[in-house]
């Protein structure tokens, strides 16, 4: 069945580049997902990138795709404090819809140290 | 717009009792959706709506009722509370169900569920 994997913790120091990666299963998936959750709130579409897409760039976030490996990342450039959140990895699902029906990553935890 | 709010924020249940978990959305979307966040478990798709009168299960359905009789209202009811459905649940909308369109899916701020 449909499965997305990815490490549940990263720690990085204030500055530094933050790598997450996802892996999942679905080949036919369109649209791949990154969304962020601060704590106590709900989720927030990050960025996303195109099946037919190696690299997205949006501002400090750089999302690479795989296709092949069916390996998706996340790195954060210049990583703040701020960016201190669980990140989810998600891809559209078996039941239809655009985003609706997600399968999601069981989310990394990202901390970042002053 | 207010976006996607939900009610209550809280809730602490006995085993065995029921309650009616609120959603609504005030963007006009097509396309409702429940979760479960489970620690551990990421979230996963209860049920969902295409529109109004229209509803279907996700992957996690069971002890879950949901209807749609409002584009703007989609809410989620539990018939018997057990221990096992202690989490916390999102309502999200996005404005249409089509695969192949990016539309960004608005999420709820959550409702926490304690069942005892």
């Known amino acids: 069945g449909e499965d997305v994997e990815q490490s549940l913790f990263l720690s990085v120091r204030e500055g530094d580049s933050s790598v997450i990666n996802c892996t999942y299963t679905?080949?036919?998936?369109?649209?791949l997902y990154w969304y962020k959750q601060e704590p106590g709130a709900g989720l927030q579409l990050l960025t996303y990138?195109?099946?037919?897409?190696d690299m997205k760039q949006d501002q400090r976030l750089t999302v690479l795709l795989n296709k092949k490996d069916k390996h998706l990342s996340l790195r954060i450039a210049d990583t703040q404090t701020g960016d201190s959140a669980i990140y989810f990895c998600?891809?559209?699902?078996?039941?239809?819809?655009?985003?609706?029906?997600?399968?999601f990553g069981k989310g990394t935890k990202l901390s970042v140290k002053p | 717009n207010a976006g996607v709010t939900q009610t209550p924020k809280f809730q602490v249940l006995k085993t065995g009792q029921s309650m009616t978990l609120q959603c609504a959305q005030d963007?006009?979307?097509?396309?409702m959706s429940w979760y479960r966040q489970d620690p551990g478990m990421g979230l996963r798709l209860i049920h969902y709506?295409?529109?109004?009168?229209?509803?279907d299960q996700g992957e996690v359905p069971n002890g879950y009722n949901v209807s749609r009789s409002t584009t703007e209202d989609f809410p989620l009811r539990l018939l018997s509370a057990a221990p096992s459905q202690t989490s916390v649940y999102f309502c999200?909308?996005?404005?249409?169900?089509?695969?192949?369109?990016?539309?960004?899916?608005?999420f709820g701020p959550g409702t926490r569920l304690t069942v005892l």
């Open positions: 999200a909308s996005s404005r249409t169900p089509s695969r192949t369109v990016t539309d960004t899916q608005y």
């Open positions: 679905d080949s036919s998936s369109t649209y």
């Open positions: 990138i195109f099946s037919n897409m």
């Open positions: 998600a891809e559209a699902g078996r039941y239809g819809g655009s985003q609706g029906n997600l399968i």
């Open positions: 963007m006009n979307h097509e396309y």
């Open positions: 709506s295409v529109g109004a009168g229209i509803t």
